[in-house]
């Protein structure tokens, strides 16, 4: 069995055996109260050798975990509530409802902790709103993490309870004009514009400046409903369910091609823009390069036309430079930066001569005051 195969084995081996022993484990108050429990697991993965007691446990517990949060979240009550078409909901009942659902669960958050997954989801949920390109974006991303739910939980009746909630879904915001659609979006972050945190991964990535404010980079998915607005704002989203002129599918299993509402901590993620930092950093490094460039001219030009390697300095320089074995090489290809480092260089030959005149006052000196030394070393010696 190769190695990248283990993580998946290993969970598939979690969920079979906690499905074996359901009844057991549905009766521990906590995880480390049952040791034997642990142990027996732990015999029955200990011929792979690739999880600790420890492991086995943490991850026994986050499956288990998972399973209570979603169980709580798909609760009819929660979701009748979600699904009302009245007012929109309160930022503050919406926290009441994610609190009930957190401690469901066997999880305890204190007020910090809490105030920080608020601010966290409030602030993910705001950036993929306000990056949507149009109305069947909004709801491809919802799809997206109706996904992710549904591939974490390890329970089939809490899989089924998911696929009911894609279809309500698909059936509300469906049967919903795109103007509709795109009215209820500003809605929300209208009602989400006085949040402003900033939050580590979105400023890591990018995506996110120090003043709170978002970039939205240009991805894969664009619906371009704002430029087509007046001939697409009265028709329903289902009906362009399947054209291919239209990106991202509604169905149970369908590619919703958008990356919005994916796991944003994954490698996959797209290419980010460069902050305000990088821009600046880059100016100065051009600055830098052509002050470099100038000196180069001055002590002359390599005669070779392929140079043995290149060595980069800046950070913003392209780190796929061609090697001295591309026969590929144009060596007309930085033409354009060469005529203006001549053109600097003619520009500065008076400067230059003037150099070389001070330079040669400066040789003149040495030479006399040598000749000085020379003399009187020749006198001490006819003195001896």
Same mark, same amino acid.
């Given at each position: 069995?190769?190695r990248e195969?283990?993580?998946?084995?290993?969970?598939?081996? %979690?969920?079979?055996?906690?499905a074996?022993?359901?009844m057991?484990?549905?009766?521990?108050?906590?995880?480390?109260?049952?040791?034997?429990?642990?142990k027996?697991?732990?015999?029955?993965?200990?011929?792979?050798?690739?999880m600790t007691?420890?492991?086995i446990?943490?991850?026994? /517990?986050?499956?288990?975990?998972?399973d209570?949060?979603?169980?709580?979240?798909?609760?009819?009550?929660?979701l009748?509530?979600?699904?009302?078409?009245?007012?929109?909901?309160?930022?503050?009942? %919406?926290?009441?409802t994610l609190?009930?659902?957190?401690?469901? /669960?066997?999880? *305890?958050?204190?007020?910090? /902790?809490?105030?920080?997954?608020?601010d966290?989801m409030i602030? %993910?949920?705001?950036?993929?709103?306000?990056a949507?390109?149009?109305? *069947?974006?909004?709801?491809l991303?919802?799809?997206?993490?109706?996904?992710?739910?549904?591939?974490m939980?390890?329970?089939?009746?809490? *899989?089924?309870?998911?696929?009911?909630?894609?279809?309500?879904?698909?059936?509300?915001?469906?049967?919903?004009?795109?103007?509709?659609?795109?009215?209820?979006?500003?809605?929300?972050?209208?009602?989400?514009?006085?949040?402003?945190?900033?939050?580590? %991964?979105?400023?890591?990535?990018?995506?996110?400046?120090?003043? #709170?404010?978002?970039?939205?980079?240009?991805?894969?998915?664009?619906?371009?409903?704002?430029?087509?607005?007046?001939?697409?704002?009265?028709?329903?989203?289902?009906?362009?369910?399947?054209?291919? *002129?239209?990106?991202?599918?509604?169905?149970?299993?369908?590619?919703?091609?958008?990356?919005?509402?994916?796991?944003?901590?994954?490698? /996959?993620?797209?290419?980010?823009?460069?902050?305000?930092?990088?821009?600046?950093?880059?100016?100065?490094?051009?600055?830098?390069?052509?002050?470099?460039g100038?000196?180069?001219?001055?002590?002359?030009?390599?005669?070779?036309?392929?140079?043995?390697? #290149?060595?980069?300095l800046?950070?913003?320089e392209?780190?796929?430079?061609?090697?001295?074995?591309?026969d590929n090489?144009?060596?007309?290809?930085?033409?354009?930066?060469?005529?203006? #480092?001549?053109?600097k260089?003619?520009?500065?030959?008076?400067?230059?001569?003037?150099?070389?005149?001070?330079?040669?006052?400066?040789?003149?000196?040495?030479?006399?005051?040598?000749?000085?030394?020379?003399?009187?070393?020749?006198?001490?010696d006819?003195?001896?």
């Open positions: 069995m190769e195969h283990y993580a998946i084995w290993t969970y598939n081996a %979690i969920c079979a055996l906690l074996a022993h359901e057991r484990l549905e009766g521990m108050a906590h995880p480390r109260k049952k040791p034997k429990m642990w027996k697991i732990a015999e029955e993965l200990k011929d792979l050798e690739i007691i420890d492991q446990q943490w991850k026994t /517990s986050a499956l288990i975990l998972l209570d949060v979603t169980g709580a979240l798909l609760n009819p009550k929660i009748s509530s979600i699904f009302d078409k009245t007012t929109l909901i309160g930022i503050p009942r %919406i926290r009441t609190e009930q659902v957190v401690l469901s /669960s066997i999880m *305890r958050l204190d007020k910090d /902790s809490m105030d920080k997954l608020f966290l602030m %993910i949920v705001k950036y993929q709103l306000s949507a390109t149009g109305p *069947r974006e909004v709801i991303l919802t799809l997206n993490h109706l996904d992710a739910i549904r591939d939980v390890t329970d089939e009746s809490a *899989r089924e309870c998911i696929g009911l909630v894609h279809q309500m879904v698909v059936d509300l915001y469906g049967n919903m004009t795109m103007e509709d659609v795109w009215q209820a979006r500003k809605e929300c972050l209208e009602e989400l514009d006085t949040y402003k945190v900033r939050v580590s %991964i979105l400023l890591r990535l990018g995506l996110q400046n120090n003043d #709170t404010s978002f970039n939205h980079i240009k991805r894969n998915y664009n619906e371009d409903y704002k430029e087509l607005r007046d001939t697409l704002k009265d028709l329903k989203l289902n009906r362009f369910d399947g054209d291919s *002129r239209f990106l991202g599918s509604f169905d149970l299993f369908g590619d919703r091609v958008t990356s919005l509402g994916k796991n944003i901590y994954s490698s /996959s993620c797209e290419m980010m823009p460069k902050s305000g930092k990088h821009n600046l950093q880059f100016a100065k490094d051009c600055g830098t390069k052509a002050e470099l100038m000196l180069a001219a001055q002590l002359g030009t390599e005669e070779a036309l392929k140079r043995p390697f #290149t060595l980069n800046f950070v913003t392209n780190t796929d430079n061609l090697d001295s074995n591309n090489y144009d060596p007309n290809a930085n033409l354009d930066m060469e005529l203006t #480092t001549n053109e260089v003619k520009q500065n030959k008076e400067y230059k001569e003037k150099l070389d005149n001070i330079y040669a006052d400066f040789f003149e000196d040495d030479q006399n005051e040598t000749k000085v030394n020379m003399n009187l070393l020749d006198l001490l006819e003195i001896e």
